[in-house]
Every structure is written in C-alpha cells, then in structure tokens.
C-alpha cells in the first residue's frame, strides 16, 4: 500500500490491487477512527466514508482537494 503522505494523523494512500480494470484515480485516507475513499479528477468526491466523523471528512477532503496534483502523480507513477 503505497503512502503518498501523512497529515495531522491522516494517512493518504493507494492499494496496491486497485481493480482490474484498474478503477479511476482515486486515494483512500485512514485514521484511528475509520477509512475513506476520495475520486480524484476535475473535483474531489466521497466514494464511500466508514468511521470517520464529519470533521475529520472534511479535513481530509480539504487535504485531498490541497493535494491533489501531487496525488495525480503519484497515482499515475505507481499504476503506469
């Protein structure tokens, strides 16, 4: 599972078997709390939340929107 950062407890990273055929560029983001998956392309979307509350949500969208260049590329490098 590659990690393509750390923030404030938050983990952002990829699975390394994203589907076949490999699904669109997204990442999933981790706390203690639960896990989320983010679609990443024009905008940013919740795929599905399991345990985090609406704040830490929240934080890691506005992370995920912040970030999503670097996410793009990383997603692109890892999967091409």
């Not at 706390?31 to 704040?55: C, I, M, P």
Request: glycine share 8%.
């Amino acid at each position: 599972m590659p990690t393509v950062l750390r923030d404030r407890g938050f983990r952002y990273f990829f699975y390394s078997d994203e589907g076949s055929p490999l699904e669109p560029c997204h990442v999933h983001v981790s706390n203690g709390d639960g896990e989320a998956k983010f679609w990443v392309g024009d905008d940013v979307t919740v795929a599905y939340n399991r345990g985090l509350n609406r704040r830490d949500l929240a934080f890691a969208m506005m992370v995920v929107r912040a970030k999503r260049s670097q996410i793009e590329r990383a997603w692109h490098g890892y999967f091409y």
